[in-house]
């Protein structure tokens, strides 16, 4: 079992910056692919961004290259997502998720996730 807990986010203006940590525990945390998620009313949960275990291979989806930073510190059993240039359409509860392979799009094969952190970005 896997723990996943995430943390920092609120409510900006367009334009501000957060920062998402996810904390785990319960495992090997360096054995796992770290995906970032978010699901906005009435939308289904997309990947934002991942991390692969292995190479730190990362993923971006194309709304939010450039502007945000996916980042992982084994030693802290932590994964990051870095979020400059905010946009109202960031709105959303953001999700982490963890599995034993290499990242996926599909919110449904990963094993673990956190509760969710809501950021709002307003106008």
């Known amino acids: 079992q896997v723990q996943l807990v995430e943390s920092g986010g609120g409510l900006v203006q367009a334009g501000a910056s957060l920062r998402l940590s996810c904390a785990a525990s319960?495992?090997?945390?360096?054995?796992?692919?770290m995906g970032w998620f978010r699901q906005a009313p009435g939308k289904e949960r997309k990947l934002v961004a991942a991390?692969?275990?292995?190479?730190?291979?990362?993923y971006y989806a194309d709304s939010v290259k450039g502007r945000f930073t996916i980042a992982r510190d084994n030693a802290k059993d932590t994964v990051y997502l870095q979020m400059n240039s905010l946009k109202p359409e960031d709105t959303a509860v953001y999700y982490c998720?963890?599995?034993?392979?290499?990242?996926?799009?599909?919110?449904?094969?990963?094993?673990?996730w956190g509760q969710g952190t809501q950021v709002t970005v307003s106008s």
């Open positions: 998720a963890a599995r034993t392979a290499l990242w996926d799009y599909n919110s449904n094969n990963y094993d673990y």
């Open positions: 319960g495992r090997t945390f360096s054995r796992f692919t």
């Open positions: 991390i692969n275990w292995n190479d730190s291979n990362t």
